[in-house]
């Protein structure tokens, strides 16, 4: 019976954010960015298999966190992160046996509000295309570095969960690593193969900085 599968990568130092504490880690209205991201998962299904990839030297502060918040984790399966996130996504993938069937997705450990819909949309439809990747449009001016603009209307906001077939992503990850390789969409595309894109969430947003944690609390 296919299984579907839902990879959370979650390997940032939080350089950006200014301080000590791994982003992931910060707390939004009580409770660290990370929880909320994967009780967004559990609240899309039970039966989807967590994977979480963290950092060798982060994990025994993430089971800290659990205990202090009471957050069960004996659902989820860990992986070590890597030197990349490309690596860590890869690590994440080699708990998943090559013969499994059903589809796995691979979401940003700092994106906990993606809309239960949005992750419905995505598993669906890659269960038809394969490769999925929801999207946002483009709102502000584009401009290129070299001082013209560009057509927003051509182009779009990439966000996560992104989507594939257990299969085609595994096969695409025993590629060497390139820095081309942005995401996990840019790993199968290089491949060529379709990447089916269908809308994303506006409140899905990757936080990274301080002004992304205020807009985090003011969306809780």
């Not at 059903?102 to 295309?129: L, M």
Request: a negative charge; hydrophobic letters at 35%.
């Amino acid at each position: 019976m296919p299984m579907d599968y839902v990879i959370i990568v979650a390997g940032g130092k939080g350089l950006r954010m200014g301080g000590d504490i791994p982003k992931q880690f910060l707390e939004v209205d009580g409770m660290p960015i990370l929880m909320r991201t994967i009780n967004r998962f559990r609240e899309y299904s039970r039966q989807l298999r967590i994977i979480l990839v963290l950092p060798e030297n982060q994990q025994s502060v993430w089971h800290s966190l659990c205990r202090k918040h009471s957050f069960d984790e004996d659902d989820l399966l860990i992986a070590d992160g890597g030197q990349t996130r490309f690596h860590s996504v890869r690590n994440g993938l080699d708990i998943i046996r090559d013969d499994e069937e059903g589809i796995v997705g691979v979401h940003d450990g700092v994106r906990p509000f993606v809309s239960t819909q949005v992750i419905r949309s995505c598993y669906e439809e890659a269960g038809k295309h394969k490769a999925v990747v929801p999207t946002i449009p483009v709102a502000e001016t584009l401009w290129h570095t070299d001082g013209f603009t560009i057509d927003r209307n051509k182009h779009v906001l990439g966000q996560t969960p992104q989507t594939f077939s257990i299969a085609l992503l595994k096969e695409a990850y025993r590629q060497p690593y390139e820095e081309s390789f942005t995401d996990d969409a840019s790993v199968v595309r290089s491949m060529g193969h379709h990447i089916m894109l269908i809308k994303g969430n506006p409140e899905n947003i990757k936080i990274t900085t301080p002004y992304d944690l205020k807009i985090a609390e003011a969306l809780v």
